[in-house]
């Protein structure tokens, strides 16, 4: 059964860092790409995707809106996915989701998600 | 930066049939897929590929793509479908989401 795990969220005072984790068992990890979603809390504020990692770390791509203070990375040694977050802003206050990508473009498997709240 | 529109609410009758567009530039040229999302759950897909069923997705879900629009039909919609959709494309290496709709069965 594929299970992804996620960790790290919590509260920040902005301008803080974070760094989530995600442990993912039940499939060949090192055989997938991974991605980060997240979604702001509260009625129909919809899904947004953060970033992607290729299965070998050779390929990452972060959304217009991510870039620079978000860092993806994995280590297929340890079945993990992770996300660093700096200078962390009110906007940033979402639950994060670890997915992992399918074959051609699309999300198979989710995570419960970890809540990161950014206020001082 | 690329855009997915999806009507905000969409309302059915048990039993009937839900259709859920989703536009954007030149959308029959890319494949979309589509989650479902029920209160405090994590998205779940139930369309990939156009119109691809992962497994353990009932039949009653469907879903097209052609020209600019991608549609979810839900044939026979029940109860439990009652949830957040969101529609899905990758463009220019990143990945859209659509603004999502709330499918409400009355």
């Known amino acids: 059964e594929v299970q992804l795990v996620e960790s790290g969220g919590g509260l920040v005072k902005p301008g803080g860092s974070l760094r989530l984790s995600c442990a993912a068992s039940?499939?060949?990890?090192?055989?997938?790409?991974m991605n980060w979603v997240r979604q702001a809390p509260g009625k129909g504020l919809g899904l947004e995707w953060v970033s992607s990692i290729s299965s070998t770390s050779s390929y990452i791509y972060y959304a217009d809106s991510m870039t620079g203070r978000f860092t993806i990375s994995r280590d297929n040694a340890k079945n993990s996915l992770y996300l660093q977050i700096n200078s962390l802003r009110a906007e940033d206050t979402a639950v994060y989701y670890c997915v992992r990508e399918g074959l051609q473009n699309y999300f198979d498997y989710w995570g419960q998600g970890t809540l990161v709240t950014v206020s001082s | 930066s690329y855009e997915l529109t999806q009507p905000p609410s969409v309302s059915v009758s048990p039993g009937q049939t839900a259709s859920i567009p989703c536009s954007g530039d030149?959308?029959?040229?890319?494949?979309v897929c589509w989650y479902q999302q029920k209160p405090g759950q994590s998205p779940v897909l139930v369309i990939y590929?156009?119109?691809q069923r992962p497994s353990g997705i009932p039949e009653r879900f469907s879903g097209s793509n052609s020209g600019s629009t991608a549609t979810l039909t839900i044939s026979g919609t029940q109860a439990m479908d009652e949830a957040d959709y969101y529609c899905q494309a990758w463009d220019s290496s990143t990945y859209v989401f659509g603004t999502g709709t709330k499918v409400t069965v009355l």
């Open positions: 039940g499939f060949t990890f090192s055989d997938y790409s």
């Open positions: 590929q156009d119109s």
């Open positions: 030149r959308l029959g040229d890319k494949y």
